[in-house]
């Protein structure tokens, strides 16, 4: 695979060569590949071809200053890893956790998060180097979500509306977010990428649905079922949830408008209140 990649993709050869004379190659997730099975392709995002496919990686061992690890093969390992994604994602991931600091900030800072894979050495937007996939994050203070322990199915309610908060925030900077109510492949991770951008919230969506599903069920008790399809009662529930939080515009239309309705669903998941 790695040298089909090479053949596909030059741009590849280079980052390649500059992790060998780093002598950095053992911990290189993204040029190994790091495991088939994570860093999904999608169903929403295959209509959504990625852009800049040829697009330079760089690599990187931390967002922003916050340590990403991986889990996959060694759970809580602590061991600097080189991940690889475009200069123009990872801009946006410094986007994403600079919301996610300051939605959570009664929880400390945040110590680390842990990832599944950035760039991968497949098809799709993982290929682009244009994906993430979130597996945990540690707040200093010491609460943690762990996507990796399907968070998502938790029996504790805080849990649930934490997950859900660390999602929205995704969701504020990644318009293809794909998390354990969408699909079995993602029981495990939050998965977000740069296809269908801008962000907003679309009734079509399957993906979009369930997540307007899961929180109106988490956070205001609608009874709906998860099922991606945004039906009368979906609609209801939805124009409920948006009056409780006070939002005004069109979040179907509007990024700022669901950026900011996703800010307050965030806020009240890390405080574990109703809406
Ligand atoms: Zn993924």
């Excluded at 929180?215 to 039906?231: E, K, P, Q, S, Y």
Aim: aromatic share 10%.
């Amino acid at each position: 695979m790695f040298e089909k990649n090479l053949s596909r993709r030059g741009f590849v050869t280079g980052a390649a060569a500059v992790a060998g004379l780093a002598g950095l190659s053992a911990v290189a997730p993204g040029l190994a590949g790091a495991d088939p099975k994570i860093g999904d392709q999608h169903v929403e995002s295959e209509f959504a071809p990625a852009v800049g496919a040829q697009a330079a990686l760089i690599t990187f061992q931390k967002i922003d200053g916050t340590p990403v690890y991986y889990w996959r093969s060694n759970r809580g390992n602590t061991t600097a890893r080189n991940w690889q994604a475009t200069q123009a994602f990872y801009d946006a991931l410094v986007t994403w956790i600079r919301d996610l600091r300051s939605l959570s900030s009664s929880y400390g800072s945040i110590s680390y998060i842990v990832s599944a894979g950035f760039y991968v050495d497949k098809d799709g937007q993982h290929g682009a180097g244009t994906a993430m996939d979130l597996d945990h994050v540690r707040w200093s203070g010491g609460n943690t979500i762990s996507p990796l322990d399907q968070a998502h199915a938790s029996g504790t309610a805080a849990t649930r509306k934490r997950y859900l908060a660390t999602e929205a925030v995704c969701r504020r900077r990644f318009r293809y977010v794909l998390d354990g109510w969408y699909n079995a492949d993602h029981h495990d991770h939050i998965h977000s990428d740069f296809g269908g951008m801008p962000v907003r919230v679309l009734k079509d969506s399957e993906a979009d649905t369930k997540f307007v599903q899961a929180t109106c069920n988490n956070f205001r008790a609608a009874g709906l079922d998860i099922d991606g399809i945004w039906g009368p009662k979906t609609q209801s529930a939805f124009d409920g949830l948006k009056s409780a939080l006070a939002v005004s515009g069109d979040p179907h239309t509007t990024t700022s408008v669901w950026q900011g309705m996703l800010s307050k669903i965030a806020t009240k998941g890390f405080a574990n209140q109703n809406i």
